[in-house]
């Protein structure tokens, strides 16, 4: 199974920085990775970037690249996402999603994002 | 990267069959998952590895994928079946959603 559990709600001033985290629980921490997903009010999904628990790799996408990073602390099986130079247009519901990996026919990769955390919104305002 | 378009919107009386396109290049080369995701809630997953349902997830729900579709289906549509549904795949290091659509069950 397993659970993730996302720290609160978040109002941050343009310019700040934010650090949500993401506890996980009910399996060993190190097996899966972790992504981060946001979704901006009224709209779609939005892939941020992936760490690995095991070895703290991490790939962001290309937009976020230079602005957001994930770490690990395997002490308390809990990852972060630290997003810096906040605009308005970061005005979201930021989620993490346990990855589940493995290969199909012709030694194919697949991956999905299960479970998710609750999310944690994080309102951008003067 | 990868673009998965979806329809906006998809309507539905209970009891019928609703489905749900997702288009991309060559997107039967590459694995789908599908999300449901209700207001205010977080996506739950309902089916992944283009057709492979997770435990807990009714059979009324069944997915495929070829060519450059991939298909949610939902049979027997019941009200609570009302949501937005995300399709997601994967290439290249870079995770993409479809541009999800609303499914109305009235």
């Known amino acids: 199974q397993g659970l993730l559990a996302q720290s609160g709600d978040e109002v941050q001033r343009p310019g700040a920085s934010v650090k949500v985290s993401c506890r996980t629980s009910?399996?060993?921490?190190?097996?899966?990775?972790i992504h981060w997903v946001r979704q901006a009010p009224g709209q779609g999904l939005e892939w941020m970037g992936y760490?690995?628990?095991?070895?703290?790799?991490?790939d962001l996408a290309r937009s976020f690249q230079g602005r957001v990073t994930l770490t690990t602390d395997t002490s308390t099986t809990t990852v972060y996402m630290e997003l810096r130079g906040l605009t308005s247009d970061d005005t979201a519901v930021y989620y993490c999603?346990?990855?589940?990996?493995?290969?199909?026919?012709?030694?194919?990769?697949?991956?999905?994002?299960?479970?998710w955390g609750q999310g944690t919104l994080v309102t951008v305002s003067s | 990267s990868a673009e998965l378009n979806q329809p906006p919107s998809v309507s539905v009386s209970p009891g019928q069959t609703a489905s749900i396109t997702c288009s991309g290049d060559?997107?039967?080369?590459?694995?789908v998952s599908w999300y449901q995701q209700k207001p205010g809630q977080s996506p739950i997953l309902v089916i992944y590895?283009?057709?492979k349902r997770p435990s807990g997830i009714p059979d009324r729900f069944s997915g495929s994928n070829s060519g450059n579709t991939a298909t949610l289906t939902i049979s027997g549509t019941q009200t609570m079946d009302e949501a937005d549904y995300y399709c997601?795949?994967?290439?290249?290091?870079?995770?993409?959603f479809g541009t999800g659509t609303k499914v109305s069950v009235l």
């Open positions: 999603a346990r990855e589940a990996s493995g290969y199909g026919e012709y030694d194919s990769k697949f991956n999905y994002f299960d479970p």
């Open positions: 009910g399996y060993t921490f190190t097996r899966y990775g």
């Open positions: 760490i690995s628990t095991y070895n703290g790799y991490s």
């Open positions: 060559n997107l039967g080369a590459r694995y």
């Open positions: 590895q283009d057709d």
């Open positions: 997601q795949t994967w290439a290249s290091s870079t995770f993409v």
